[in-house]
């Protein structure tokens, strides 16, 4: 089953702008990742969050964790055009960390407006 | 990073037919992993590909229906069998590598 939900489901800003997505999860977890799907492509990975870690960043991409709230959210801080994608918050099938299959959310599809 | 591609990249079947989809990672790991992705849907985890033994599929995905070779640490197939249009989906082969899982770029069935 489904654990991570992310919201929005979808999401249109101007370029430029922020954008933030939130993930929301059921089960204790040691790490989060989030993934980035071009237009029905393959899944490029963006980050990964320990559960002993707040936050992460990468370039333009920050990532919190807040295991008390079972939530995360992802930043992307200046948006451009080449960001428009779909974007997945994925938590460990199992309990067993990263050698594990993944559950992933329903995704937010993200449109930057040019 | 581990670089996985995958072969077909789409293709388009009858129903009642059979297609194998190739996985080949550029390094030797630890686990293998199929998923499929429904149109507008999340990815769904078919099952894990064991090296040397059977397949372990997760609930709702068969044997019979999804046959799972891996005969080595960098090559898996995935055979969709006896296809039907609701089999019409993005297969995704992953590789997990220093806990961060791969993918490939997926292959894109469309059953008539």
């Known amino acids: 089953s489904q654990q991570g939900e992310e919201d929005p489901q979808a999401l249109s800003i101007q370029e430029g702008e922020n954008a933030t997505m939130n993930c929301s999860y059921k089960?204790?977890?040691?790490?989060l990742q989030w993934y980035r799907q071009n237009s029905g492509r393959g899944l490029v990975h963006l980050i990964l969050i320990r559960s002993n870690e707040r936050e992460k960043h990468s370039g333009r991409l920050r990532v919190t964790l807040d295991t008390s709230k079972k939530s995360s959210s992802l930043l992307i801080t200046a948006s451009r055009a080449a960001d428009t994608a779909s974007y997945f918050c994925a938590t460990p099938l199992y309990s067993g960390g990263g050698a594990d299959g993944l559950t992933f959310g329903k995704g937010t599809h993200l449109i930057i407006q040019p | 990073s581990a670089v996985i591609s995958q072969k077909p990249s789409r293709d388009i079947c009858q129903r009642g037919t059979s297609l194998t989809i190739q996985c080949q990672v550029d390094?030797?790991?630890?686990?293998m992993f199929w998923y499929r992705q429904q149109p507008g849907q999340s990815l769904t985890l078919i099952a894990t590909a064991n090296q040397g033994s059977e397949a372990t599929y997760e609930s709702g995905f068969v044997i019979d229906k999804f046959p799972i070779s891996r005969p080595n640490l960098t090559f898996s197939t995935l055979t969709v069998s006896n296809m039907s249009p609701e089999d019409s989906s993005i297969y995704l082969c992953?590789?997990?590598?220093?806990?961060?899982?791969?993918f490939g770029e997926g292959s894109r069935l469309t059953v008539l």
């Open positions: 390094s030797q790991v630890t686990m």
């Open positions: 089960t204790s977890i040691n790490n």
């Open positions: 992953s590789a997990a590598d220093t806990g961060e899982l791969f």
